[in-house]
């Protein structure tokens, strides 16, 4: 099946780093967890797959390093396709994280993560850098945690440990299977919003299979949303998959969520937006001033909601609106950056990215408990 596409918002690279070509598994026992998919990754993207349970995500990202041979199709690896290349040579150039950590639990923090670089024989003087190195990377002071043995340390502890280890040898790829969801919520918090930033540092090519959409939300450049039978059903920016779901399947995946009542129910801030095109005050800015203000955007949204009157006016969007109403704004002029005023005055220029970073804000402040106007919008809508 193909599914609805849009280009991500910036590729690093033309030619995409993982490319999947018509590619099916059927089990020995006659299941098929895959059935004619189709996708590209670009280089320096962060690629969540998600989906419901048995909708063949695992199968998905295990075909990319061989662990699962596919029954059909192709999968190229920075044009290489995989099936001719040695598994082992493979997975040396493709960092594997999954949820049940997978340490080795006789050895210490420090041998785990010189595992690759050991196998690759770089020597002694070299390994000790870069296993200090990675620890620093993923927050542990490798002095206090190197010689430690896994079940010495916490869960969140042992997944970066994890991270590490899938970095030291500085694939290109990493694949990573549910990472964070065995680690509690705040713990997990913690290690998606340390993660989301360690990512904007490697940029490294990464498929992030997760159940969890908002997990999705805030780690993903972006979704692909798989049905049963590892069908996908979209792959977009998760503002668009949010936004303009491309199938019923889709509509009704996002809709289970909360994500897009945290849509409607998330203020837009100033600090959203870039700075003003024009400076003079517009025409028709007057009467929504007049409804919403610079108020807080629990009740512009709530109000916006009750009335149907912004989402489908063509009027200005406001500062303290919600971001649901600025990506309706957005969508209906094809995506590019719209005006924000507050009253009637320019207050910046708001974009997709702008409104993505926005949404991850709400989903973070959200999931630590600390979003104030965010959760007090939720119980009133
Ligand atoms: N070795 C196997 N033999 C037969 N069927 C399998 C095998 N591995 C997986 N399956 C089936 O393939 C389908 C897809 O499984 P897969 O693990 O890829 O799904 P998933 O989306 O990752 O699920 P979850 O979110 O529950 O981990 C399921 O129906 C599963 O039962």
């Not at 290109?172 to 549910?178: F, H, K, R, S, T």
């Not at 065995?182 to 159940?211: C, M, N, S, W, Y």
């Not at 094809?334 to 702008?354: Q, R």
Request: net charge neutral.
């Amino acid at each position: 099946m193909t599914a609805q596409t849009t280009q991500p918002p910036a590729p690093a690279s033309a030619d995409p780093m993982i490319s999947l070509v018509g590619v099916g598994k059927r089990y020995p026992d006659g299941t098929v967890a895959v059935a004619d998919l189709s996708f590209d990754v670009p280089a320096g993207e962060l690629l969540c797959l998600v989906g419901p349970s048995g909708c063949g995500k695992t199968t998905t990202m295990k075909m990319i390093n061989r662990l699962v041979e596919p029954t059909s199709g192709r999968i190229l690896v920075d044009g290489e396709d995989v099936a001719h290349t040695d598994p082992t040579r493979l997975r040396r150039r493709i960092g594997y994280v999954i949820q049940q950590i997978g340490l080795f639990p006789h050895l210490t923090v420090r041998a785990n993560v010189a595992t690759v670089p050991r196998l690759l024989g770089w020597d002694r003087a070299r390994i000790r850098a870069r296993v200090a190195e990675m620890l620093e990377l993923v927050g542990l002071d490798p002095a206090a945690m190197g010689g430690r043995y896994p079940h010495e340390l916490s869960g969140g502890q042992q997944q970066r440990v994890g991270v590490a280890r899938a970095l030291a040898a500085d694939p290109p790829v990493l694949l990573m299977d549910e990472p964070f969801s065995a680690i509690d919520p705040v713990a997990r918090d913690r290690l998606q919003g340390e993660f989301r930033r360690l990512q904007r540092e490697i940029r490294k090519t990464v498929v992030f299979v997760t159940h969890d959409l908002d997990e999705a939300i805030r780690l993903g450049d972006r979704i692909a949303v798989f049905r049963q039978g590892g069908r996908l059903e979209q792959i977009d920016p998760p503002a668009r998959v949010l936004g303009r779901p491309a199938t019923d399947f889709v509509a009704d995946f996002t809709g289970a969520d909360r994500a897009l009542r945290r849509l409607s129910v998330t203020p837009l801030r100033r600090d959203d937006l870039a700075p003003p095109r024009q400076a003079g005050p517009v025409g028709g800015a007057t009467d929504l001033a007049g409804k919403s203000g610079t108020q807080a955007g629990t009740a512009v949204a709530s109000d916006a909601a009750a009335t149907g009157a912004v989402r489908s006016a063509p009027v200005p969007v406001q500062v303290g609106a919600s971001l649901r109403e600025a990506l309706s704004a957005l969508l209906a002029q094809d995506g590019e950056a719209i005006d924000v005023y507050a009253g009637d005055m320019p207050a910046g220029v708001l974009t997709p990215a702008a409104l993505h970073a926005a949404l991850r804000r709400s989903v973070a402040a959200d999931t630590a408990g600390a979003g104030a106007g965010v959760s007090g919008a939720g119980e009133q809508a």
